[in-house]
């Protein structure tokens, strides 16, 4: 499978006819649990001897198809389907975590990730030290002995940023760190961190990757390539009380990360995915190619045109040419900059509460990355949470409007956009 091209990865990796009855398409396998072959067989699973189905929580065959499958298109070792973006991000750093570790992450996040990350992480006695996306020096300056782990988005929600992921993994790695980077803006078909030296990448399936608004879903992906030894890792590289004092990362190799996701992570905490949502993601998956380089081409062409419009200040998208973060477009994603972008309204709040209530085709909702345009003021609603300075660091102050671009005709969605900001 290793040496097939994207595009054939995206249909093929993970799966096959099914065993049992030929089914060309992935079965959705909506059971719950699996009948062992006998005693001696049901021991060596839970003894982690032999890997195979025990109960849904932890592994279900059409699951185990999206996780083959993304593990695959970001060229990494494995990886964990989840019932969420969000879950995927708690067990990506359970894993790692103890009480008063300290994750260094940018500010520059999803406003969910910034809430989940300040406040219900802190309910774990997990920390958090921001740095600035836009400035690699700056993760330095914020690591200190108790990190366990550098978080970043490739492409950042909702500024438009392209992040250094080469340069960030560096000063990660000289702290004895695995860089996170959540690729959910970027995916695997425009910017596949591993090779820019990630060792784990997560993903809000829900958005591009399943890629038709229909599905809650996230994965999480493993390189494969760090060193736990160290002692900073326990639960991957000592004596693990509930599997018989085993020593995973001794045990798995390469393998251990995804694994102590599943048997201690999904284990213990439970945001098992169901089936069919497993279903409705590989499905997206297979025309992820063609979805997303329609999404960026349309997406460009919408730039280019608010740009010259004059109730727009300014249009925050790494795919123009005078954008901050162009050079960076060119190096890590030259296909395209993704279709979630921001721009400013001269009239500020008002103006962009009005904008979203006189669009038509566009659907004002909090999502991304659906087939549907999509819209949305920042500071009325998914950052409404957060105080004002806050807001305006991660890119959603009271003028900033941002956009999902989607899979319509680009004309529909220009005139749209033209008659809203007419009204
Ligand atoms: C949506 C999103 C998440 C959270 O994912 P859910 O599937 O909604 O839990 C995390 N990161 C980014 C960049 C997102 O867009």
Known sequence: MADYGFDTLAIH?????DPATGARATPIYQTTSFVFEDADHAAALFNLQVFGNIYSRIMNPTNAVLEERVAALEGGRSGLAVASGHAAQL??????MQPGAEIVAARQLYGGSINQFSQGFAKFDWHVKWADGRDPESFRG????KTRAVFIESIANPGGIVTDIEAIAAIAHSAGVPLIVDSTFATPYLI????WGADIVVHSATKFLGGHGNSICGVIVDSG???WGGGKFPSLSEPCPSYHGMRLWETFGDLAYAIACRVLGL???GPALSPMNAFLVIQ???TLPLRMQRHCDNALAVAHWLKRHPKVAWVNYAGLEDDACYGLHRTYCPKGAGSVFTFGLTGGYDAGVKLVNSVTLFSHLANVGDVRSLIIHPASTTHRQLEPEQRALAGAGD???RLSIGLETVDDIIADLDQALAA
């Open 13 to 17: 990796a993970g799966a096959q006819p």
């Open 91 to 96: 067990i990506a750093l359970h894993t790692l």
């Open 142 to 145: 914020a690591l200190s002995d």
């Open 192 to 195: 596949r961190p591993i090779e």
């Open 225 to 227: 390539k760090f060193n």
């Open 267 to 269: 284990r213990d905490l």
């Open 284 to 286: 997206g998956i297979e």
């Open 399 to 401: 003028d900033v409007v």
